[in-house]
Protein backbone atom coordinates (compact mmCIF):
# COMPACT_ATOMS: atom_id res chain seq x y z
CA UNK A 1 0.00 0.00 0.00
CA UNK A 2 1.47 3.00 -0.93
CA UNK A 3 1.71 5.82 1.56
CA UNK A 4 -0.82 9.01 0.83
CA UNK A 5 1.03 11.79 -0.77
CA UNK A 6 0.34 14.86 2.12
CA UNK A 7 0.68 14.84 5.67
CA UNK A 8 -3.46 14.90 6.32
CA UNK A 9 -4.29 12.32 4.50
CA UNK A 10 -0.98 10.06 5.76
CA UNK A 11 -2.33 11.15 9.14
CA UNK A 12 -5.98 10.69 8.64
CA UNK A 13 -5.06 6.96 7.28
CA UNK A 14 -2.47 6.14 9.56
CA UNK A 15 -4.88 6.85 12.45
CA UNK A 16 -7.95 4.85 10.66
CA UNK A 17 -5.73 1.49 10.03
CA UNK A 18 -4.46 2.07 13.81
CA UNK A 19 -7.86 2.09 15.16
CA UNK A 20 -9.08 -0.80 12.81
CA UNK A 21 -6.37 -3.01 14.39
CA UNK A 22 -6.91 -1.93 17.97
CA UNK A 23 -10.22 -3.79 17.65
CA UNK A 24 -10.91 -7.28 18.64
CA UNK A 25 -9.40 -9.53 16.27
CA UNK A 26 -11.85 -12.23 14.27
CA UNK A 27 -12.00 -15.62 15.59
CA UNK A 28 -12.03 -19.23 13.40
CA UNK A 29 -14.52 -18.62 10.33
CA UNK A 30 -14.84 -14.98 11.13
CA UNK A 31 -11.50 -14.68 8.92
CA UNK A 32 -12.80 -16.31 6.15
CA UNK A 33 -14.85 -14.55 3.51
CA UNK A 34 -16.94 -16.47 1.22
CA UNK A 35 -14.14 -15.41 -1.31
CA UNK A 36 -11.44 -16.91 0.64
CA UNK A 37 -13.03 -20.14 1.53
CA UNK A 38 -13.59 -20.77 -2.42
CA UNK A 39 -9.73 -20.00 -2.81
CA UNK A 40 -8.92 -22.42 -0.32
CA UNK A 41 -11.58 -25.07 -1.72
CA UNK A 42 -10.09 -24.36 -5.29
CA UNK A 43 -6.32 -24.80 -4.52
CA UNK A 44 -6.89 -27.88 -2.11
CA UNK A 45 -8.81 -29.79 -5.16
CA UNK A 46 -5.94 -28.59 -7.97
CA UNK A 47 -3.72 -30.26 -5.55
CA UNK A 48 -5.76 -33.47 -4.54
CA UNK A 49 -6.52 -33.84 -8.61
CA UNK A 50 -2.91 -33.47 -9.37
CA UNK A 51 -2.12 -36.49 -6.85
CA UNK A 52 -4.37 -38.13 -8.44
CA UNK A 53 -3.95 -38.24 -11.95
CA UNK A 54 -0.67 -37.40 -12.07
CA UNK A 55 1.93 -40.19 -12.93
CA UNK A 56 3.67 -41.26 -8.97
CA UNK A 57 7.65 -40.95 -9.62
CA UNK A 58 8.24 -40.67 -5.70
CA UNK A 59 8.69 -44.60 -5.11
CA UNK A 60 10.71 -44.99 -9.01
CA UNK A 61 13.47 -47.28 -8.68
CA UNK A 62 16.21 -44.63 -9.80
CA UNK A 63 14.35 -41.79 -7.43
CA UNK A 64 14.03 -43.96 -4.13
CA UNK A 65 16.58 -42.64 -2.64
CA UNK A 66 15.17 -39.23 -2.82
CA UNK A 67 12.09 -39.64 -1.66
CA UNK A 68 13.29 -41.36 1.39
CA UNK A 69 15.86 -38.52 2.28
CA UNK A 70 12.73 -35.58 1.72
CA UNK A 71 10.42 -37.51 3.64
CA UNK A 72 13.09 -38.30 6.50
CA UNK A 73 13.72 -34.69 6.50
CA UNK A 74 9.80 -33.50 6.05
CA UNK A 75 9.18 -35.65 9.01
CA UNK A 76 11.99 -34.22 10.85
CA UNK A 77 11.19 -30.86 10.40
CA UNK A 78 6.95 -30.60 10.41
CA UNK A 79 7.52 -32.78 13.51
CA UNK A 80 9.66 -29.89 15.08
CA UNK A 81 7.19 -27.50 13.61
CA UNK A 82 3.93 -29.19 15.16
CA UNK A 83 6.04 -29.29 18.46
CA UNK A 84 5.96 -25.72 18.35
CA UNK A 85 2.56 -25.63 17.86
CA UNK A 86 1.21 -27.90 20.43
CA UNK A 87 3.38 -25.82 22.92
CA UNK A 88 2.40 -22.73 22.04
CA UNK A 89 -1.63 -23.98 22.03
CA UNK A 90 -0.72 -25.27 25.46
CA UNK A 91 0.61 -22.03 26.73
CA UNK A 92 -2.27 -20.20 25.74
CA UNK A 93 -5.06 -22.55 27.03
CA UNK A 94 -3.40 -23.86 30.30
CA UNK A 95 -0.71 -21.35 30.70
CA UNK A 96 -1.48 -18.22 30.21
CA UNK A 97 -5.03 -17.65 31.71
CA UNK A 98 -3.63 -17.90 35.12
CA UNK A 99 -0.48 -15.64 34.63
CA UNK A 100 -2.82 -12.96 33.38
CA UNK A 101 -5.44 -13.41 36.28
CA UNK A 102 -3.28 -13.46 38.72
CA UNK A 103 -1.67 -10.03 37.16
CA UNK A 104 -5.38 -8.85 37.02
CA UNK A 105 -5.38 -9.47 40.58
CA UNK A 106 -2.53 -7.58 41.71
CA UNK A 107 -3.54 -4.44 39.72
CA UNK A 108 -6.89 -4.04 40.81
CA UNK A 109 -5.28 -4.38 44.53
CA UNK A 110 -3.53 -1.47 43.64
CA UNK A 111 -0.12 -2.47 42.88
CA UNK A 112 1.91 -0.43 40.41
CA UNK A 113 5.68 0.07 40.11
CA UNK A 114 7.96 2.69 42.16
CA UNK A 115 8.84 4.64 38.96
CA UNK A 116 8.71 3.62 35.23
CA UNK A 117 11.83 4.50 32.76
CA UNK A 118 10.52 4.61 29.52
CA UNK A 119 14.23 4.74 27.10
CA UNK A 120 13.28 5.15 23.16
CA UNK A 121 15.70 5.68 20.29
CA UNK A 122 14.16 7.88 17.14
CA UNK A 123 16.05 8.85 13.90
CA UNK A 124 14.59 11.39 11.53
CA UNK A 125 11.57 9.53 12.24
CA UNK A 126 8.45 10.44 10.27
CA UNK A 127 6.33 13.29 12.04
CA UNK A 128 3.26 11.68 12.08
CA UNK A 129 4.37 8.38 13.03
CA UNK A 130 6.42 10.36 15.92
CA UNK A 131 3.54 12.13 17.20
CA UNK A 132 1.68 8.61 17.63
CA UNK A 133 4.18 7.12 19.13
CA UNK A 134 4.45 9.81 21.92
CA UNK A 135 0.46 10.22 22.33
CA UNK A 136 0.26 6.40 22.69
CA UNK A 137 2.54 6.83 25.89
CA UNK A 138 0.92 9.62 27.40
CA UNK A 139 -3.05 8.47 27.19
CA UNK A 140 -1.74 5.35 29.29
CA UNK A 141 0.53 7.03 31.49
CA UNK A 142 -2.48 9.26 32.35
CA UNK A 143 -4.82 6.18 32.58
CA UNK A 144 -2.58 4.26 34.82
CA UNK A 145 -1.12 6.85 36.77
CA UNK A 146 2.25 5.40 36.99
CA UNK A 147 5.12 8.29 37.94
CA UNK A 148 7.49 7.75 34.39
CA UNK A 149 10.44 8.92 33.39
CA UNK A 150 10.94 9.32 29.04
CA UNK A 151 14.36 9.16 28.53
CA UNK A 152 14.50 9.88 24.25
CA UNK A 153 17.95 9.43 22.75
CA UNK A 154 18.10 11.24 19.87
CA UNK A 155 21.05 12.58 16.89
CA UNK A 156 19.49 15.68 15.97
CA UNK A 157 16.89 18.33 17.18
CA UNK A 158 14.76 17.33 14.24
CA UNK A 159 12.92 14.51 16.48
CA UNK A 160 13.08 16.55 20.03
CA UNK A 161 11.47 19.79 18.78
CA UNK A 162 8.23 17.39 17.51
CA UNK A 163 8.32 15.57 20.98
CA UNK A 164 8.38 18.89 23.41
CA UNK A 165 5.87 20.78 21.34
CA UNK A 166 3.36 17.44 21.49
CA UNK A 167 4.04 16.89 24.85
CA UNK A 168 4.02 20.63 26.13
CA UNK A 169 0.35 20.50 24.14
CA UNK A 170 -1.02 17.16 25.38
CA UNK A 171 0.81 15.84 28.33
CA UNK A 172 1.76 19.49 30.43
CA UNK A 173 -1.30 17.90 33.45
CA UNK A 174 0.62 14.36 33.98
CA UNK A 175 3.20 12.96 36.37
CA UNK A 176 6.17 12.32 33.71
CA UNK A 177 9.41 13.57 32.97
CA UNK A 178 10.61 14.06 30.02
CA UNK A 179 14.79 13.83 29.32
CA UNK A 180 16.46 14.13 26.04
CA UNK A 181 20.16 12.70 25.08
CA UNK A 182 21.51 13.86 22.15
CA UNK A 183 24.05 11.43 21.32
CA UNK A 184 27.99 12.39 20.42
CA UNK A 185 28.56 9.26 18.87
CA UNK A 186 27.02 7.28 15.83
CA UNK A 187 24.65 4.37 15.99
CA UNK A 188 21.49 3.05 18.66
CA UNK A 189 23.87 1.02 20.53
CA UNK A 190 24.95 4.81 21.79
CA UNK A 191 22.24 6.16 22.63
CA UNK A 192 20.38 3.49 24.37
CA UNK A 193 24.22 3.43 26.15
CA UNK A 194 23.99 6.58 27.36
CA UNK A 195 20.30 6.93 28.45
CA UNK A 196 21.30 4.06 30.79
CA UNK A 197 24.15 5.79 32.53
CA UNK A 198 21.53 8.62 32.59
CA UNK A 199 19.05 6.34 34.57
CA UNK A 200 21.83 5.68 36.40
CA UNK A 201 23.02 8.87 37.52
CA UNK A 202 19.33 9.74 38.64
CA UNK A 203 18.92 6.95 41.22
CA UNK A 204 16.93 4.73 39.35
CA UNK A 205 16.17 1.21 41.53
CA UNK A 206 16.51 -2.57 41.12
CA UNK A 207 12.43 -3.40 41.41
CA UNK A 208 11.92 -0.15 39.00
CA UNK A 209 10.25 -0.60 35.35
CA UNK A 210 12.05 -0.40 32.26
CA UNK A 211 10.41 -0.50 28.98
CA UNK A 212 12.57 -0.90 25.73
CA UNK A 213 11.41 0.42 22.55
CA UNK A 214 11.81 2.22 19.07
CA UNK A 215 10.48 4.55 17.88
CA UNK A 216 8.38 3.74 15.55
CA UNK A 217 6.21 1.55 17.43
CA UNK A 218 2.60 2.65 18.99
CA UNK A 219 1.02 0.99 21.86
CA UNK A 220 -1.95 -0.61 21.54
CA UNK A 221 -4.71 -1.05 24.32
CA UNK A 222 -3.78 -1.41 28.21
CA UNK A 223 -0.05 -2.09 27.04
CA UNK A 224 1.35 -0.22 30.53
CA UNK A 225 -1.47 -2.30 32.75
CA UNK A 226 -1.19 -5.79 30.75
CA UNK A 227 2.77 -5.67 30.91
CA UNK A 228 3.55 -3.95 34.15
CA UNK A 229 1.03 -6.11 35.75
CA UNK A 230 2.96 -9.21 34.86
CA UNK A 231 6.08 -7.73 37.63
CA UNK A 232 3.86 -7.45 40.14
CA UNK A 233 2.22 -10.97 40.06
CA UNK A 234 5.61 -12.58 39.73
CA UNK A 235 8.47 -11.41 41.80
CA UNK A 236 11.08 -13.75 40.05
CA UNK A 237 9.60 -12.22 36.18
CA UNK A 238 13.14 -10.09 34.99
CA UNK A 239 12.00 -9.52 31.13
CA UNK A 240 8.92 -9.75 28.53
CA UNK A 241 8.18 -8.68 25.30
CA UNK A 242 5.35 -8.18 23.88
CA UNK A 243 2.55 -9.01 20.90
CA UNK A 244 3.12 -7.02 17.57
CA UNK A 245 1.07 -6.25 14.39
CA UNK A 246 2.78 -4.04 11.50
CA UNK A 247 1.42 -1.68 9.24
CA UNK A 248 3.54 -1.31 6.28
CA UNK A 249 3.25 1.17 3.58
CA UNK A 250 5.09 0.27 0.50
CA UNK A 251 4.55 -2.67 -1.81
CA UNK A 252 1.26 -5.42 -1.11
CA UNK A 253 3.35 -8.14 -0.97
CA UNK A 254 5.98 -6.69 1.69
CA UNK A 255 2.68 -6.41 3.75
CA UNK A 256 1.99 -10.14 3.16
CA UNK A 257 5.15 -11.24 3.92
CA UNK A 258 5.42 -8.97 7.37
CA UNK A 259 2.05 -10.40 8.58
CA UNK A 260 2.58 -13.99 7.93
CA UNK A 261 6.79 -13.44 9.78
CA UNK A 262 4.59 -11.68 12.92
CA UNK A 263 1.79 -14.71 12.98
CA UNK A 264 5.26 -17.23 12.56
CA UNK A 265 6.54 -14.72 15.71
CA UNK A 266 3.29 -15.54 17.96
CA UNK A 267 3.33 -19.11 17.53
CA UNK A 268 6.98 -19.37 18.22
CA UNK A 269 7.32 -16.81 21.42
CA UNK A 270 4.31 -18.93 22.97
CA UNK A 271 6.17 -22.14 22.52
CA UNK A 272 9.48 -20.56 23.60
CA UNK A 273 7.84 -18.79 26.34
CA UNK A 274 6.49 -22.19 28.45
CA UNK A 275 10.24 -22.47 29.20
CA UNK A 276 9.94 -19.29 31.05
CA UNK A 277 12.66 -18.27 28.39
CA UNK A 278 12.16 -16.32 24.80
CA UNK A 279 14.66 -16.44 21.77
CA UNK A 280 14.73 -12.70 21.76
CA UNK A 281 13.92 -9.64 23.96
CA UNK A 282 12.42 -7.86 20.53
CA UNK A 283 13.26 -3.74 20.57
CA UNK A 284 10.20 -3.02 19.34
CA UNK A 285 8.60 -3.50 23.18
CA UNK A 286 10.33 -5.35 25.81
CA UNK A 287 10.34 -4.84 29.44
CA UNK A 288 12.89 -4.99 31.70
CA UNK A 289 12.92 -5.30 35.83
CA UNK A 290 15.59 -2.52 36.49
CA UNK A 291 17.87 -5.17 38.61
CA UNK A 292 19.89 -6.46 35.70
CA UNK A 293 20.01 -3.49 33.06
CA UNK A 294 21.82 -0.90 35.61
CA UNK A 295 24.65 -3.42 36.16
CA UNK A 296 27.64 -1.69 34.09
CA UNK A 297 28.48 -4.98 32.14
CA UNK A 298 24.91 -5.34 30.73
CA UNK A 299 25.88 -1.26 30.25
CA UNK A 300 28.84 -2.39 28.02
CA UNK A 301 27.28 -5.56 26.52
CA UNK A 302 24.68 -2.90 24.71
CA UNK A 303 27.38 -0.26 23.98
CA UNK A 304 30.19 -2.37 22.84
CA UNK A 305 28.96 -5.83 22.42
CA UNK A 306 31.72 -7.77 20.01
CA UNK A 307 32.29 -11.44 18.80
CA UNK A 308 36.28 -12.60 18.28
CA UNK A 309 36.04 -14.99 15.52
CA UNK A 310 39.53 -16.74 14.02
CA UNK A 311 39.16 -15.04 10.66
CA UNK A 312 37.45 -11.66 11.16
CA UNK A 313 39.62 -10.95 14.34
CA UNK A 314 37.47 -8.62 16.89
CA UNK A 315 35.01 -6.43 15.81
CA UNK A 316 31.98 -4.94 16.91
CA UNK A 317 27.89 -5.28 16.48
CA UNK A 318 26.22 -2.67 14.78
CA UNK A 319 22.64 -3.74 15.41
CA UNK A 320 20.97 -6.54 17.58
CA UNK A 321 20.78 -4.82 20.93
CA UNK A 322 17.55 -6.96 21.42
CA UNK A 323 19.93 -9.67 21.01
CA UNK A 324 22.49 -8.63 23.32
CA UNK A 325 20.25 -8.06 26.31
CA UNK A 326 18.64 -11.08 25.40
CA UNK A 327 22.10 -13.02 26.12
CA UNK A 328 22.94 -11.16 29.08
CA UNK A 329 19.55 -11.79 30.77
CA UNK A 330 19.77 -15.59 29.59
CA UNK A 331 23.71 -16.02 31.23
CA UNK A 332 22.42 -15.18 34.31
CA UNK A 333 19.58 -17.72 34.08
CA UNK A 334 16.84 -14.65 34.28
CA UNK A 335 13.57 -15.52 33.78
CA UNK A 336 11.40 -13.98 30.84
CA UNK A 337 7.85 -14.41 29.06
CA UNK A 338 5.82 -12.94 26.29
CA UNK A 339 2.59 -11.56 26.70
CA UNK A 340 0.60 -12.42 23.57
CA UNK A 341 -2.56 -9.78 24.91
CA UNK A 342 -0.46 -6.68 24.64
CA UNK A 343 0.44 -5.60 21.47
CA UNK A 344 2.47 -2.62 19.84
CA UNK A 345 2.19 -1.69 16.24
CA UNK A 346 5.25 -1.19 14.21
CA UNK A 347 4.95 1.32 11.34
CA UNK A 348 7.23 0.42 8.21
CA UNK A 349 7.27 2.69 5.04
CA UNK A 350 9.46 0.87 2.27
CA UNK A 351 10.14 2.49 -1.32
CA UNK A 352 11.10 1.02 -4.36
CA UNK A 353 9.77 -2.69 -5.46
CA UNK A 354 10.76 -3.93 -1.18
CA UNK A 355 13.47 -6.64 -2.52
CA UNK A 356 16.46 -5.44 -1.78
CA UNK A 357 15.10 -4.21 2.27
CA UNK A 358 13.37 -7.75 2.30
CA UNK A 359 17.49 -9.11 1.70
CA UNK A 360 18.77 -6.37 3.80
CA UNK A 361 16.54 -7.27 6.53
CA UNK A 362 17.06 -10.96 6.53
CA UNK A 363 20.99 -10.65 6.22
CA UNK A 364 20.36 -8.18 9.74
CA UNK A 365 18.49 -10.60 11.59
CA UNK A 366 19.97 -13.98 10.25
CA UNK A 367 23.60 -11.74 11.17
CA UNK A 368 22.57 -11.01 14.78
CA UNK A 369 20.99 -14.64 15.40
CA UNK A 370 24.46 -16.52 13.90
CA UNK A 371 26.52 -13.66 16.22
CA UNK A 372 24.52 -14.29 19.10
CA UNK A 373 23.11 -18.12 18.70
CA UNK A 374 26.92 -19.38 18.72
CA UNK A 375 27.62 -18.37 22.34
CA UNK A 376 24.31 -18.85 23.76
CA UNK A 377 24.83 -22.15 22.61
CA UNK A 378 27.89 -22.29 24.44
CA UNK A 379 26.07 -21.91 27.73
CA UNK A 380 24.83 -24.88 27.71
CA UNK A 381 20.91 -26.89 28.22
CA UNK A 382 21.38 -26.26 31.70
CA UNK A 383 21.90 -22.57 31.78
CA UNK A 384 19.18 -21.96 28.87
CA UNK A 385 16.83 -24.34 28.93
CA UNK A 386 16.77 -27.78 27.37
CA UNK A 387 13.99 -26.82 25.09
CA UNK A 388 15.55 -23.48 24.22
CA UNK A 389 19.01 -24.57 23.84
CA UNK A 390 17.80 -26.94 21.49
CA UNK A 391 15.96 -24.47 19.63
CA UNK A 392 19.52 -22.23 19.42
CA UNK A 393 21.00 -25.97 17.96
CA UNK A 394 18.33 -26.25 15.18
CA UNK A 395 18.32 -23.18 13.73
CA UNK A 396 22.53 -23.98 12.94
CA UNK A 397 20.83 -27.09 11.35
CA UNK A 398 17.82 -25.71 9.57
CA UNK A 399 19.53 -23.40 7.39
CA UNK A 400 21.65 -26.19 5.51
CA UNK A 401 18.43 -29.04 6.04
CA UNK A 402 16.12 -26.15 4.44
CA UNK A 403 18.48 -26.06 1.23
CA UNK A 404 18.35 -30.24 0.35
CA UNK A 405 14.84 -30.22 -1.14
CA UNK A 406 15.17 -28.00 -3.45
CA UNK A 407 18.83 -28.80 -4.36
CA UNK A 408 17.74 -32.41 -4.81
CA UNK A 409 14.31 -30.97 -7.05
CA UNK A 410 16.75 -29.32 -9.42
CA UNK A 411 19.51 -32.08 -9.50
CA UNK A 412 16.94 -34.30 -10.63
CA UNK A 413 16.21 -33.12 -13.58
CA UNK A 414 18.83 -34.20 -15.09
CA UNK A 415 17.50 -37.64 -13.76
CA UNK A 416 14.04 -37.67 -14.45
CA UNK A 417 12.43 -33.98 -14.82
CA UNK A 418 8.89 -34.99 -13.67
CA UNK A 419 9.92 -35.62 -10.36
CA UNK A 420 10.42 -31.26 -9.86
CA UNK A 421 6.98 -31.26 -10.77
CA UNK A 422 5.87 -33.58 -7.80
CA UNK A 423 7.80 -31.71 -5.78
CA UNK A 424 6.15 -28.27 -6.53
CA UNK A 425 2.34 -30.52 -5.62
CA UNK A 426 4.37 -31.40 -2.26
CA UNK A 427 5.72 -28.14 -1.07
CA UNK A 428 2.41 -25.88 -2.00
CA UNK A 429 0.45 -28.41 -0.32
CA UNK A 430 2.35 -28.65 2.72
CA UNK A 431 3.04 -24.87 3.13
CA UNK A 432 -0.85 -25.04 3.13
CA UNK A 433 -1.41 -26.87 5.51
CA UNK A 434 1.09 -24.93 7.47
CA UNK A 435 -0.64 -21.99 6.84
CA UNK A 436 -4.49 -23.07 7.97
CA UNK A 437 -2.70 -23.47 11.39
CA UNK A 438 -1.07 -19.77 11.04
CA UNK A 439 -3.94 -18.48 10.16
CA UNK A 440 -4.84 -18.77 13.93
CA UNK A 441 -2.45 -16.56 14.92
CA UNK A 442 -3.50 -13.85 12.17
CA UNK A 443 -6.69 -11.08 11.81
CA UNK A 444 -7.25 -12.64 8.47
CA UNK A 445 -6.06 -15.24 5.95
CA UNK A 446 -4.14 -14.63 2.61
CA UNK A 447 -3.45 -17.72 0.38
CA UNK A 448 -0.60 -16.29 -0.79
CA UNK A 449 0.83 -17.20 2.40
CA UNK A 450 1.91 -20.67 1.34
CA UNK A 451 3.76 -19.17 -1.62
CA UNK A 452 5.72 -16.58 0.84
CA UNK A 453 6.03 -19.22 3.22
CA UNK A 454 8.31 -21.49 1.26
CA UNK A 455 10.64 -18.38 -0.27
CA UNK A 456 10.59 -16.78 2.57
CA UNK A 457 12.28 -20.47 4.08
CA UNK A 458 15.00 -20.32 1.02
CA UNK A 459 16.16 -17.14 0.96
CA UNK A 460 16.49 -17.25 4.66
CA UNK A 461 18.27 -20.33 4.63
CA UNK A 462 20.80 -19.11 1.82
CA UNK A 463 21.20 -15.83 3.29
CA UNK A 464 22.13 -17.29 6.47
CA UNK A 465 24.63 -19.76 5.05
CA UNK A 466 26.08 -16.54 3.64
CA UNK A 467 26.06 -14.77 6.69
CA UNK A 468 27.92 -17.84 8.48
CA UNK A 469 31.13 -17.34 6.44
CA UNK A 470 30.53 -13.64 6.82
CA UNK A 471 29.68 -12.53 10.30
CA UNK A 472 31.71 -9.44 10.39
CA UNK A 473 29.46 -8.01 7.40
CA UNK A 474 26.78 -5.52 8.84
CA UNK A 475 24.38 -3.04 7.02
CA UNK A 476 22.00 -0.81 8.80
CA UNK A 477 20.52 1.72 6.72
CA UNK A 478 18.02 2.93 9.66
CA UNK A 479 20.61 4.39 11.29
CA UNK A 480 22.24 6.67 9.40
CA UNK A 481 23.25 4.14 7.03
CA UNK A 482 26.09 2.10 9.16
CA UNK A 483 28.11 -0.52 7.71
CA UNK A 484 30.82 -2.87 9.19
CA UNK A 485 33.16 -4.90 7.22
CA UNK A 486 33.27 -3.77 4.33
CA UNK A 487 37.08 -2.49 4.39
CA UNK A 488 39.32 -2.10 1.34
CA UNK A 489 42.84 -2.56 2.40
CA UNK A 490 45.31 -5.39 2.08
CA UNK A 491 44.26 -7.47 5.32
CA UNK A 492 40.04 -6.78 4.31
CA UNK A 493 40.67 -8.01 1.25
CA UNK A 494 42.64 -11.43 2.48
CA UNK A 495 40.26 -12.11 4.82
CA UNK A 496 36.84 -11.65 2.46
CA UNK A 497 39.03 -13.75 -0.54
CA UNK A 498 39.29 -16.90 2.62
CA UNK A 499 35.59 -16.27 3.46
CA UNK A 500 34.46 -16.74 -0.18
CA UNK A 501 36.90 -19.37 -0.74
CA UNK A 502 35.40 -20.76 2.53
CA UNK A 503 31.52 -20.25 1.10
CA UNK A 504 32.39 -21.39 -2.04
CA UNK A 505 33.98 -24.96 -1.19
CA UNK A 506 31.11 -25.29 1.28
CA UNK A 507 28.25 -25.29 -1.21
CA UNK A 508 30.33 -27.20 -3.52
CA UNK A 509 30.56 -30.13 -0.88
CA UNK A 510 27.07 -29.48 -0.29
CA UNK A 511 25.90 -30.14 -3.67
CA UNK A 512 28.92 -32.65 -4.45
CA UNK A 513 27.56 -34.67 -1.08
CA UNK A 514 23.92 -34.70 -2.53
CA UNK A 515 24.65 -35.64 -6.10
CA UNK A 516 26.67 -38.79 -5.06
CA UNK A 517 23.97 -39.74 -2.66
CA UNK A 518 21.60 -40.07 -5.48
CA UNK A 519 23.59 -40.96 -7.74
CA UNK A 520 24.39 -38.57 -10.18
CA UNK A 521 27.81 -38.33 -9.69
CA UNK A 522 30.26 -41.60 -9.69
CA UNK A 523 32.97 -41.73 -6.33
CA UNK A 524 36.30 -42.26 -7.98
CA UNK A 525 38.59 -45.32 -8.14
CA UNK A 526 34.85 -47.50 -8.20
CA UNK A 527 34.38 -46.55 -4.47
Known amino acids: MKAPETNYAFEKHLDNWLRQLSGAAPIGLAKWSVRRLLQLALLLSALVAAMVFWPNNFFHPDLIQITFVLGTLGIWRFGWWFTHAVRAEVFARSRWPGKRRRAEAVWRAGWRPRRLHIQMTTYYEEPAITRRVIGSILGQIRREGIPTTLWIGTGSSY ?10 THGA ?3 AELVFLRQNQPGKRM ?3 MILRAMNRAGIKPDDLVIFMDGDAVYGRDVLEKTCSMFGADPELQALTTNEEVLCYGPDWIQSWLSMRFAQRRLAMQSHAMSDRVLTLTGRMSVFR ?15 DHLDHWLWGRFRFLSGDDKSTWYHLLSKRAKMTYVPDACVYTIEQIDGSGTGRMVQNFRRWSGNMLRNGARAIALGPRVAKPFIWWCLVDQRIAMWTMLVSPTLAFLTLFIERAYLLHCLIWIVLSRTILCLFLFRYARSTDLTWPFILYFNQIINAGVKVYMIFHLSKQKWSNRGNQTAGNGTGLRDKLQNAMAKFQLITAVTAFITGLALYIGLLDLPGGF
Open 191 to 193: AIG
Open 159 to 168: DEEIITHFVR
Open 173 to 175: DLD
Open 290 to 304: ARHIIDERFIRTIEA
